[in-house]
């Protein structure tokens, strides 16, 4: 009788400290979440960041390419102006 009494008293002590254990666990786990979830969201907000950033160089590409495109153009027309202009006042 009394080895079931203590093998009760250990098997309770074992299970309020299992219940203690759980609740730290639970614990952590609910801080991981929060964390996790805070690094997603700070994740999305760097990659939308990145792909803005990625759409500005694009458009920032094409701008020079059409730039160079027209500072070509203008100095082809300089150069037959120039030529004709010098034709003249010979």
Avoid: P, W
């Avoid at 950033?53 to 100095?75: A, M, S, V």
Wanted: include cysteine; charged fraction near 40%; proline fraction near 0%.
């Amino acid at each position: 009788m009394t080895g079931l009494r203590n093998e009760k008293q250990h098997l309770a002590s074992e299970l309020t400290q299992t219940k203690d254990l759980q609740k730290v666990y639970e614990k952590k786990c609910g801080t991981l979440i929060t964390e996790i979830n805070k690094l997603n969201i700070e994740f999305q907000e760097s990659k939308r960041e990145i792909i803005g950033f990625g759409e500005i160089q694009k458009e920032r590409e094409e701008r020079i390419e059409k730039l160079k495109f027209e500072l070509r153009e203008l100095k082809v027309n300089f150069e037959e102006l120039d030529l004709k202009h010098g034709t003249l006042t010979i």
